[in-house]
């Protein structure tokens, strides 16, 4: 009779039951993720883990364990990228249209080869689609790593996967805002020389610029997190800021896709600008190292 009496009970409050678990799965979740970021891994030298996978039969086992988890989370990563390519697929003729705006739109491109405009098709769909996916892979490599990490180091990865997202998106929009309108006339004109456009060209050209942009825009994200390890120092960088002046220029020459001073100058501004915001941050990051010694040396 119990046993019946207790199945009718659980059917009864199984709406209820489920009702509460659904309001209580945010704050589990959260628990979950709170725990996950403030737990301390055990501290071992690169040394000793590599002696002790040659040496322990758990070590072995242990490191093939992580081998296993890598293979996971990579093939979660290609997944994604196969399903985000996928779906730029939906979009890539729009977006092929938009990215030729500035030389008057898609008819003002030429193709001489039969494959040419399925070759351009495809490059720009996974050139999206991969950086549609690259915050999901950044967070699966997050995910693997994670664990072997302190909260604060955790933290600061899981908080600077967005960062970074953004920090890429305004480097490419500078790209293509500000840098290409001004320096597309130079290069379709020069010498008083009409340029007939290659899909092929053009799209490969564009897109570099854009993608190479948007990766030196994460340099101020980059100079943080190695401040944060205590790899690089703020005071040798405000020192070295002639030397990294001649660097940005060199690069600046590279990225450029002409050879004159003012377009050269466009990309050297916002670098200079973001050198000097990463000292800055330099300085944020390398007091919060000390202050955090500090406070583990306190208690």
Same mark, same amino acid.
């Given at each position: 009779?119990?046993?019946?009496?207790?199945?009718?009970?659980?059917?009864?409050?199984?709406?209820?039951? *489920? #009702?509460?678990?659904?309001? @209580?799965?945010?704050?589990?979740?959260?628990?979950?993720?709170?725990? *996950?970021?403030?737990?301390?891994?055990?501290? !071992?030298?690169?040394?000793?883990?590599?002696? @002790?996978?040659?040496? @322990?039969?758990?070590?072995?086992?242990? *490191?093939?364990?992580?081998?296993?988890?890598?293979?996971? !989370?990579?093939?979660?990563?290609?997944?994604?990228?196969?399903?985000?390519?996928?779906?730029?697929?939906?979009?890539?003729?729009?977006?092929?249209?938009?990215?030729?705006?500035?030389?008057?739109?898609?008819?003002?491109?030429?193709? =001489?080869?039969?494959?040419?405009?399925?070759?351009?098709?495809?490059?720009?769909?996974?050139?999206? $689609?991969?950086?549609?996916?690259?915050?999901?892979? /950044?967070?699966?490599?997050?995910?693997?790593?994670?664990? $072997?990490?302190?909260?604060?180091?955790?933290?600061?990865?899981?908080?600077?996967?967005?960062?970074?997202?953004?920090?890429? =998106?305004?480097?490419?929009?500078?790209?293509?805002?500000?840098?290409?309108?001004?320096?597309?006339?130079?290069?379709?004109?020069?010498?008083?020389?009409? /340029?007939?456009?290659?899909?092929?060209?053009? *799209?490969?050209?564009?897109?570099?610029?854009?993608?190479?942009?948007? #990766?030196?825009?994460?340099?101020?994200?980059? =100079?943080?997190?190695?401040?944060?390890?205590?790899?690089?120092?703020?005071?040798?960088?405000?020192?070295?800021?002639?030397?990294?002046?001649?660097?940005? /220029? #060199?690069?600046?020459?590279?990225?450029?896709?002409?050879?004159?001073?003012?377009?050269?100058?466009?990309?050297?501004?916002?670098?200079?600008?973001?050198?000097? =915001?990463?000292? $800055?941050?330099?300085?944020?990051?390398?007091?919060?190292?000390?202050?955090?010694?500090?406070? @583990?040396?306190?208690?």
């Amino acid at each position: 009779m119990r046993n019946f009496n207790n199945k009718v009970w659980r059917i009864i409050s199984a709406p209820f039951r *489920f #009702i509460w678990w659904l309001i @209580s799965a945010p704050l589990r979740g959260w628990k979950k993720l709170n725990d *996950f970021l403030n737990d301390n891994p055990e501290e !071992h030298s690169l040394i000793d883990t590599t002696v @002790s996978v040659f040496q @322990s039969e758990d070590a072995r086992i242990s *490191f093939f364990d992580e081998i296993e988890t890598l293979r996971k !989370h990579l093939f979660r990563a290609l997944l994604a990228l196969m399903l985000t390519v996928g779906i730029s697929f939906v979009f890539t003729e729009k977006l092929i249209d938009y990215l030729s705006q500035p030389v008057g739109g898609i008819d003002a491109l030429r193709a =001489i080869e039969v494959t040419e405009s399925i070759s351009v098709f495809m490059k720009v769909a996974l050139m999206s $689609g991969i950086i549609i996916a690259l915050p999901y892979i /950044a967070f699966e490599i997050w995910l693997f790593m994670a664990p $072997g990490l302190k909260p604060r180091s955790k933290k600061f990865g899981l908080v600077g996967i967005p960062l970074s997202t953004l920090l890429f =998106i305004a480097g490419a929009a500078f790209s293509y805002f500000i840098m290409l309108p001004a320096a597309l006339p130079f290069l379709l004109n020069f010498m008083g020389i009409q /340029a007939e456009l290659r899909p092929a060209s053009y *799209f490969s050209f564009i897109l570099g610029v854009m993608f190479w942009i948007g #990766i030196a825009f994460e340099f101020p994200l980059v =100079i943080y997190a190695l401040s944060a390890v205590g790899f690089v120092k703020p005071d040798v960088l405000k020192k070295q800021w002639r030397l990294a002046m001649v660097i940005i /220029a #060199i690069l600046a020459a590279a990225i450029t896709p002409t050879v004159d001073p003012v377009n050269m100058a466009l990309v050297m501004l916002p670098m200079s600008l973001l050198y000097f =915001i990463s000292i $800055g941050l330099s300085y944020i990051a390398y007091r919060n190292r000390d202050l955090q010694k500090e406070e @583990s040396l306190t208690a």
